[in-house]
């Protein structure tokens, strides 16, 4: 088992950036896809990006692509979330999850069993 911790968030101007960390303190990430997802007030939470185990294969959600990237470094057991040219509409808790990596890449929250306790990025106008 995994218990993703993530870190990194913050107050950040609208078109600034964030890098967001995702680690397992204790655990490793072997053998595990990440996913990244967040959950603005009043809103489900959403997909935003994944990665396999080996980082040969990402996914994004539509409204992220081109200004987010997913990566990991397994030697460090860390998952990262870059992000840039932010917009107040990113403002949510963002989530790290992990599931096994078996088969494609996934952007259904339920398929993931190991959640973080989120990290708030606030992005003001």
């Known amino acids: 088992q995994v218990q993703p911790v993530e870190t990194g968030g913050g107050l950040v101007q609208a078109g600034g950036s964030l890098r967001l960390s995702c680690a397992a303190p204790g655990r490793t990430f072997s053998g595990y896809a990440m996913g990244w997802f967040r959950q603005a007030p009043g809103k489900e939470r959403e997909f935003v990006a994944a990665i396999n185990w080996s980082g040969s294969m990402t996914d994004y959600a539509d409204s992220v692509k081109g200004r987010f990237t997913i990566s990991r470094d397994n030697a460090k057991n860390t998952g990262y979330l870059q992000m840039i040219s932010l917009k107040p509409e990113d403002t949510a808790v963002y989530y790290c999850?992990?599931?096994?990596?078996?088969?494609?890449?996934?952007?259904?929250?339920?398929?993931?069993?190991?959640w973080g306790q989120g990290t708030q990025v606030t992005v003001s106008s």
């Open positions: 999850a992990a599931r096994p990596s078996v088969g494609a890449l996934e952007r259904f929250t339920g398929s993931y069993g190991y």
